[in-house]
Each structure stands twice: as structure tokens, then as C-alpha cells.
């Protein structure tokens, strides 16, 4: 190739790098399962990927942290760090021994996961695993998300089988097994 035609195709302005790649890879992958397999399936698949980050996710931090556990304050600021590393924007909005219960102002996903709640799996699996790992037990409910136009999420991670978490739609996970949905 001439250094010419090389030079003129580098100038162009072309919305393409690996970031969004990368996230436009995952939206029509997801988009592709959740029209060819359905929603629910969709989402098991993207869950079994969630579940396998949570789990690496949760060691870098322990490690770092050198520490082989983490209490449920230091759970709330790693779900919090590891979203704001990814160019999340989530913030704890209460949290007690029962639940801790997030707001979230961008995703990480960008405009990628609009019409692709399947993606938001991710989030529900990488949280669930890790407070359940660290705490025994977490189920999640996604309450609000962008994925499925609200402007921001509401995400609870529950961290006791309470009356409250038990009337909860969401995933329920516990230390050291991989995820279960709750069937209503």
C-alpha cells in the first residue's frame, strides 16, 4: 500500500477503537443470543461468563487487599472501585447487614447495552458472586436499569434471607457454588 492511500485512511475520522469494539462486540453478541435463544437464556449464558469474572475479580482484589475475606463495607467499596475502573459511575445508596443497595449513573457498557438487558447479567453475576463469596450468601435484583431505558440503575444486593429478599425478583448466590435463579 502506498504511503498516500495509508496516510488518508489513518486521517479518517472513524469512531473505531478497542473500547468500543470490544463493547459493540458484546451488544451483538448478546443481541444475537437474546433474538435466537430468548431472553432468559440469553441472560444464563451472560451469567455463566459474570459468575467467572466475579470469581477472578474477587481474587485480584482479596490479593491486593491481602486479605482472604472481605467484610461486607469492604464488598460495597470493591463492587463500587471495580465499576468506576470499567467507566461505571455507582454509588452505594444505603447499606446495612441486610443488603446493600446501589445507584448507578452510567454503565460501562456505554449506549452499547440500550434494548440488551441480557448484558446487565454481567453486573447482577460479578456482584452476586463476590458478596456471596466474601458473606456466604447474596441475592441480587436488578430494580432499575438503563439497559431497559430508566436513567440509571437500582441495583440490591441482599445479604440475608429476609422476608424483603425472599419477595425479591433477582438471582440468589452462595459461596463456592455457581448462581441459581429464584423460580416465582
Not at 470469581?55 to 472481605?70: F, G, N, P, T, W
Amino acid at each position: 500500500m502506498n504511503n498516500s492511500l495509508k496516510n488518508s485512511i489513518d486521517a479518517l475520522d472513524i469512531p473505531l477503537e478497542r473500547d468500543i469494539f470490544l463493547r459493540t462486540l458484546i451488544r451483538e453478541l448478546s443481541g444475537t443470543l437474546q433474538q435466537v435463544i430468548g431472553l432468559e437464556e440469553a441472560s444464563g449464558f451472560i451469567s455463566v461468563v459474570g459468575e467467572r469474572m466475579g470469581r477472578q475479580i474477587d481474587q485480584d482484589y482479596k490479593s491486593a487487599l491481602e486479605v482472604s475475606h472481605l467484610s461486607s463495607e469492604q464488598v460495597a467499596a470493591v463492587l463500587v472501585d471495580l465499576k468506576r475502573r470499567i467507566q461505571g459511575n455507582f454509588y452505594v445508596i444505603e447499606q446495612n447487614e441486610e443488603k446493600i443497595v446501589f445507584g448507578n449513573r452510567t454503565c460501562p457498557f456505554g449506549e452499547k447495552v440500550n434494548d440488551r438487558p441480557a448484558m446487565c447479567m454481567m453486573t447482577s453475576n460479578v456482584f452476586g458472586t463476590i458478596a456471596a463469596n466474601n458473606l456466604g450468601y447474596a441475592k441480587v435484583e436488578l430494580q432499575e436499569t438503563i439497559a431497559e431505558g430508566a436513567a440509571g440503575c437500582r441495583v440490591v444486593v441482599y445479604l440475608k434471607l429476609t422476608e424483603e429478599s425472599e419477595d425479591a425478583e433477582g438471582r440468589e448466590y452462595f459461596q463456592g457454588l455457581e448462581a441459581q435463579q429464584k423460580i416465582k
